[in-house]
């Protein structure tokens, strides 16, 4: 057989909605992935991104007003039940190490993006062990998760790096992981949640990674497309006005 014709796995989806959204104050009531953006919520865009590309084993983490969410997602993912959402997302992500250990590969996703749907496409079609999108463009502050480079070879992934580096860009918030690395990820995680260091948030446990294996990790350039993470009632409005006219879909 001619091994070059194998079709590789395809990866199976961690989407991560669990948590209340507090930020939003007053502009939301409920999780943040019900927004409505077009007559479309954004669960509902993930959905679609994904099946668009062929992928359809997916399982979101709920936590906050669960029941809701499952009904607006329906028959079209799995979900599993994070009861400590009000803590950090690694708590979030560690309801999820059996299918981080299932031997597939994964892709794992914040919930609270608006982004093109061509994401997705990319980051399928990246070469990698770990991959990690990346937007040279980003606000400064200590908000976003910063991707930081030096030579070309990744040497921090925080929102406060310590490492120096030549420079850095966004971390959009969407991995892929082969299946050795996403049984990595869930190592990762196991000390903090045995350590009860459930206030982090899963990030570190991927820096962890980073900073043992950097050769393990690469990224894919998504700045020409629009996209952003949805924290606070300025980001709807930006969603809204300046990202949802530019979606390809």
Not at 239 to 248: K, N, Q, Y
Request: hydrophobic residues 40%; glycine residues 8%.
């Amino acid at each position: 057989m001619d091994m070059s014709q194998i079709e590789p796995a395809k990866p199976v989806v961690i989407l991560l909605a669990a948590g209340v959204g507090r930020r939003l104050g007053g502009a939301h009531e409920g999780p943040k992935v019900l927004l409505d953006f077009d007559g479309r919520s954004l669960i509902e865009r993930h959905l679609n991104a994904l099946e668009a590309n062929g992928i359809n084993d997916i399982v979101v983490t709920v936590g906050h007003e669960a029941e809701r969410l499952q009904e607006e997602i329906g028959g079209r993912a799995g979900t599993v039940h994070n009861p400590d959402y009000r803590k950090g997302s690694l708590v979030s992500l560690w309801v999820q190490r059996d299918r981080l250990r299932a031997g597939k590969p994964v892709l794992l996703m914040d919930g609270d993006v608006l982004y093109d749907s061509r994401m997705i496409e990319r980051l399928l079609g990246a070469k990698g062990e770990a991959v990690i999108l990346v937007d040279r463009e980003l606000e400064p502050g200590d908000e976003p998760v910063k991707v930081c480079f030096r030579d070309g070879v990744m040497v921090d992934f925080r929102k406060r790096p310590e490492h120096a580096h030549d420079w850095h860009g966004e971390s959009v918030g969407f991995f892929k992981f082969s299946a050795e690395q996403a049984a990595a990820l869930a190592d990762a995680c196991e000390p903090y949640i045995a350590a009860g260091r459930h206030d982090i948030e899963y990030e570190e446990a991927i820096r962890d990674m980073l900073l043992a294996n950097p050769a393990n990790f690469t990224h894919v350039d998504i700045t020409d497309l629009p996209w952003t993470e949805i924290d606070f009632p300025e980001d709807v409005d930006k969603a809204r006005a300046a990202v949802l006219p530019l979606l390809w879909s």
